[in-house]
Structure formats: structure tokens, C-alpha cells
């Protein structure tokens, strides 16, 4: 069926049907690898005007409207979270190469399909990951002028505390729920590092062991947004940073508060 | 040999954050450098001078804007994808733990006091970050208006 629509149409030219929905599935992809809702709009308009047609897209972080050429009307719900900054890059390469005709609606439209339907790209392995965070955990160490050892407790905690937040979060629905023991989790661990005595002061490690888990992408895309004037989004992810934040807090709050 | 640590955790821990939260492979190097550069200059200006802290984190911040202009421009990258893990290591975080921590402790004041510090420092990197980009825009558009003036006469 696909094949022969697009047997007929002329190269370079979509179907308004097979336009509108392909706009809203990178739309959605774009929105769920966490891009700013202006780079949205502007990457969908101009994949739009790249194959000939009107399009106009308007995102807030939870719908997704499209209008193509002044007469059909699309919308999709779209979810907050997740982050995958493989996935901008990647269509963001795709949109520039069908600006300049290096590459074909169709083959674009096949991309986007398969992208749509996987919903991931190339993924580092979990425990690159969970090195990464160790050597995130470490940088305020130095700014606190700590001895060597330190840099070490702070690398194996901070993996610790990003492996509970990453298995609880694949696991349960509710959102801010891993975070909270995580960051109860890590201050047990740092209490526990002071009370065996290998530690004088558990405060440093704490701090380095939460940065893996900071909402640096919320934080960085509300801003901007807000700068950009979309103050509707701006405002959801500023609520949603400060939600994950505040999580972070009272799980250590509450394990200083008991122990 | 402080100096050489410093450059070393910084492109570390920025590559480090790029890894969690899967940046693309080919951006890997830029990252690096944009975060041990901007980290060491922080680091600099906060333990070695007597500047104020906001001063340090606005000039850390600025030097990650105009990086990321420069090699987004460069690399056709996204610049979000290069300010993202650079930005994690400039956050607050010793700040915002004060803060929950003083409240623990029914320290309001000193809960209070850093709970401003932590958005002070916050809205001086967000204005660091915004620099380059405005300056940037402004310029264009001079050169934009000086061309069509050229073109009509």
C-alpha cells in the first residue's frame, strides 16, 4: 500500500496524510530526547518548507499540534522526561541533509518510521554509564580541596547512588519516587563511611554523589526557553527540575534526620 | 601539577554526564574540552583570587556560551548538546545541599541565606550562558542592515 502511494506521487513529495504524521512523529521524538520546544518547532517548520509545503507546529511540553498547508489539523500527546541527546543530533543531521538534497523524503520518512517504532538509537552499555557518573560524583571534590582518598570513596558512592536511580526508574512508574532513595541512599552511605571512620566529614561525599543525579537537562532547556519567551513549557520543566531537586533533598533530609 | 588535575576531572566529569545522558559519539571530544577549559578557569577565579563566587561562575558559564557557539557553528551540533554536560559541573550543588542541610539542623536563617546564594548563583550562570548568543545576534544583525543599505545605494 505504502509502495504504491508512493510509486505515484512525484519525488519529494509526500502525501499531505503521510506529511502531517511524519512531522509529528519527529516532533515527538524530538520532544521525548529532551530539545528545547523552540528548536522543535523551527526543526518541524523547516523539515515542512524543505518538502514543499506549509507547515506551522506548536509544542508545549505535554501535546504536540501541527497545521500543514492552512487546512489539516494533527495533534499527539507528548510525556514529560527521558533524555536521549543521540536522537536530537541525529534528526537534527537528517533535517540539514534534506534542506540541501542530499537525502529523500522517502528515505527520511523511513528514518523517522524506524526511529518511531524502536524508540532508541545507539545507546552506551549501563555500565559505561554508571562510570560516567563516578567521574561526574568526583569534580567537586576538588573544589572543596579534598585529600586524595576522598576522590575515591565520592567515584564508588556517586556509581552507587546512579545504579539505584537507574534500575528504580526502569522499574517503577512513579516518577520522583527513585530519586528519594537515592539521595536517602547516598547520605546512608556517606553517615556510613563516617561512622566505620575511614571518613572525618560526610558532607563533601554527599554533594559529589548527587550531581549524577541533578536535572542538568530540565534545568539548561528551561532557561533557555524562558529566555526564548515559551514561558508555558519553561515553566513545566522549572516545576519539574525543582520537583527532582527538592526529591534529591528530603531522601538526604531524611536520612540525616533518622541516623 | 593542581592546575593539570583540574583540566584532567573537569573533561572527565563533562564527558562523564555526556555519557549519561548519551550524547553523540562524534561530540564526545568537543565536550571534553569546552568542560575542562570552562572548569579550570572557575576553579582559577574561585580558589586563587579573592573574587566573588558569582563573578567566577559567570565567567565559567560565559566560556562554555562561547564555545558552544564557536563549535556548533563548526561541527553542525546543536549547541544544547555541548552547554548540557559542561553546565553540570558549574551547578550549586554544595549550595542547595547547605540549604537542606541548615533546615535539618532548624537553622532557618542559614537555610534561607543559602537557598538565595544557590538562586543567585543559578540566574549569573544563566546570564553567562546568554552573552555570547546575544552579542552574537546583535552583530549579525548590524552586518544584516549595513548590507542592505550597501545594496540600495
Redesign the interface.
Given at each position: 500500500m505504502k509502495e504504491i502511494t508512493t510509486n505515484k506521487l512525484p519525488e519529494n513529495k509526500l502525501s499531505e496524510h503521510e506529511l502531517s504524521d511524519l512531522c509529528l512523529k519527529t516532533a515527538y521524538l524530538l520532544v521525548n530526547g529532551g530539545a528545547e520546544t523552540y528548536r522543535v518547532e523551527d526543526t518541524v517548520e523547516r523539515i515542512g518548507a524543505s518538502l514543499g509545503s506549509d507547515v506551522k507546529c506548536y509544542v508545549t511540553v505535554t501535546a504536540i499540534f501541527i497545521e500543514i498547508n492552512h487546512k489539516s489539523y494533527k495533534f499527539i500527546k507528548a510525556r514529560l522526561g527521558g533524555t536521549n541527546l543521540q536522537m536530537i543530533d541525529e534528526i537534527n543531521t537528517m533535517s540539514r541533509q534534506l534542506a540541501v538534497k542530499t537525502m529523500t523524503a522517502d528515505g527520511f520518512k523511513r528514518h523517522i518510521d524506524h526511529l518511531y517504532k524502536y524508540k532508541r538509537t545507539s545507546d552506551f552499555p549501563f555500565t559505561i554509564k554508571a562510570i560516567g557518573a563516578g567521574f561526574v560524583s568526583m569534580a567537586p571534590m576538588l573544589l572543596f580541596e579534598m585529600p586524595l582518598y576522598y576522590f575515591i570513596y565520592c567515584f564508588f558512592v556517586g556509581i552507587i547512588g546512579y545504579t539505584i536511580s537507574y534500575t528504580l526508574s526502569k522499574l517503577s512508574m512513579l516518577p520522583y519516587a527513585d530519586l528519594f532513595i537515592a539521595g536517602f541512599i547516598i547520605a546512608l552511605l556517606g553517615i556510613l563511611l563516617k561512622r566505620v571512620g575511614l571518613i572525618t566529614q560526610y558532607h563533601t561525599i554527599i554533594i559529589g554523589a548527587i550531581m549524577p543525579l541533578v536535572p542538568g537537562v530540565a534545568i539548561t532547556n528551561a532557561i533557555r526557553e524562558l529566555v526564548m519567551r515559551h514561558a508555558l513549557s519553561s515553566m513545566v520543566k522549572f516545576l519539574d527540575s525543582l520537583l527532582v531537586a527538592s526529591s534529591i533533598g528530603f531522601g538526604i533530609a531524611s536520612a540525616l534526620i533518622i541516623f | 601539577m593542581d592546575i593539570f588535575?583540574?583540566v584532567l576531572?573537569?573533561g572527565?566529569?563533562a564527558?562523564?554526564?555526556?555519557?549519561?545522558?548519551?550524547?553523540?559519539r562524534r561530540?564526545a571530544g568537543i565536550i571534553g574540552i569546552t568542560g575542562a577549559l570552562s572548569?579550570t578557569v572557575f576553579?582559577i577565579l574561585?580558589?586563587y583570587s579573592h573574587m566573588n563566587i558569582l563573578i567566577a561562575n559567570y565567567v565559567g558559564a560565559f566560556i562554555i556560551g562561547i564555545l558552544a557557539y564557536y563549535f556548533a557553528r563548526m561541527y553542525?551540533?546543536?549547541e544544547?548538546?555541548i552547554?548540557?554536560?559542561c553546565?553540570?559541573?558549574l551547578?550549586p550543588?554544595?549550595n542547595?545541599?547547605r540549604?537542606?542541610?541548615y533546615?535539618?539542623q532548624s537553622n532557618y536563617n542559614g537555610s534561607i541565606n543559602q537557598g538565595l546564594q544557590t538562586f543567585l548563583i543559578?540566574s549569573f550562570i544563566?546570564i553567562g550562558?546568554?552573552t555570547t548568543p546575544y552579542f552574537a545576534a546583535s552583530i549579525n544583525r548590524i552586518k544584516m542592515i549595513r548590507e542592505k543599505r550597501n545594496r540600495t545605494n
Amino acid at each position: 500500500m505504502k509502495e504504491i502511494t508512493t510509486n505515484k506521487l512525484p519525488e519529494n513529495k509526500l502525501s499531505e496524510h503521510e506529511l502531517s504524521d511524519l512531522c509529528l512523529k519527529t516532533a515527538y521524538l524530538l520532544v521525548n530526547g529532551g530539545a528545547e520546544t523552540y528548536r522543535v518547532e523551527d526543526t518541524v517548520e523547516r523539515i515542512g518548507a524543505s518538502l514543499g509545503s506549509d507547515v506551522k507546529c506548536y509544542v508545549t511540553v505535554t501535546a504536540i499540534f501541527i497545521e500543514i498547508n492552512h487546512k489539516s489539523y494533527k495533534f499527539i500527546k507528548a510525556r514529560l522526561g527521558g533524555t536521549n541527546l543521540q536522537m536530537i543530533d541525529e534528526i537534527n543531521t537528517m533535517s540539514r541533509q534534506l534542506a540541501v538534497k542530499t537525502m529523500t523524503a522517502d528515505g527520511f520518512k523511513r528514518h523517522i518510521d524506524h526511529l518511531y517504532k524502536y524508540k532508541r538509537t545507539s545507546d552506551f552499555p549501563f555500565t559505561i554509564k554508571a562510570i560516567g557518573a563516578g567521574f561526574v560524583s568526583m569534580a567537586p571534590m576538588l573544589l572543596f580541596e579534598m585529600p586524595l582518598y576522598y576522590f575515591i570513596y565520592c567515584f564508588f558512592v556517586g556509581i552507587i547512588g546512579y545504579t539505584i536511580s537507574y534500575t528504580l526508574s526502569k522499574l517503577s512508574m512513579l516518577p520522583y519516587a527513585d530519586l528519594f532513595i537515592a539521595g536517602f541512599i547516598i547520605a546512608l552511605l556517606g553517615i556510613l563511611l563516617k561512622r566505620v571512620g575511614l571518613i572525618t566529614q560526610y558532607h563533601t561525599i554527599i554533594i559529589g554523589a548527587i550531581m549524577p543525579l541533578v536535572p542538568g537537562v530540565a534545568i539548561t532547556n528551561a532557561i533557555r526557553e524562558l529566555v526564548m519567551r515559551h514561558a508555558l513549557s519553561s515553566m513545566v520543566k522549572f516545576l519539574d527540575s525543582l520537583l527532582v531537586a527538592s526529591s534529591i533533598g528530603f531522601g538526604i533530609a531524611s536520612a540525616l534526620i533518622i541516623f | 601539577m593542581d592546575i593539570f588535575l583540574n583540566v584532567l576531572l573537569g573533561g572527565l566529569s563533562a564527558v562523564g554526564f555526556s555519557l549519561i545522558t548519551n550524547a553523540p559519539r562524534r561530540a564526545a571530544g568537543i565536550i571534553g574540552i569546552t568542560g575542562a577549559l570552562s572548569w579550570t578557569v572557575f576553579y582559577i577565579l574561585k580558589n586563587y583570587s579573592h573574587m566573588n563566587i558569582l563573578i567566577a561562575n559567570y565567567v565559567g558559564a560565559f566560556i562554555i556560551g562561547i564555545l558552544a557557539y564557536y563549535f556548533a557553528r563548526m561541527y553542525h551540533l546543536p549547541e544544547n548538546i555541548i552547554v548540557i554536560p559542561c553546565l553540570v559541573n558549574l551547578v550549586p550543588g554544595g549550595n542547595a545541599y547547605r540549604t537542606i542541610l541548615y533546615m535539618v539542623q532548624s537553622n532557618y536563617n542559614g537555610s534561607i541565606n543559602q537557598g538565595l546564594q544557590t538562586f543567585l548563583i543559578a540566574s549569573f550562570i544563566a546570564i553567562g550562558l546568554f552573552t555570547t548568543p546575544y552579542f552574537a545576534a546583535s552583530i549579525n544583525r548590524i552586518k544584516m542592515i549595513r548590507e542592505k543599505r550597501n545594496r540600495t545605494n
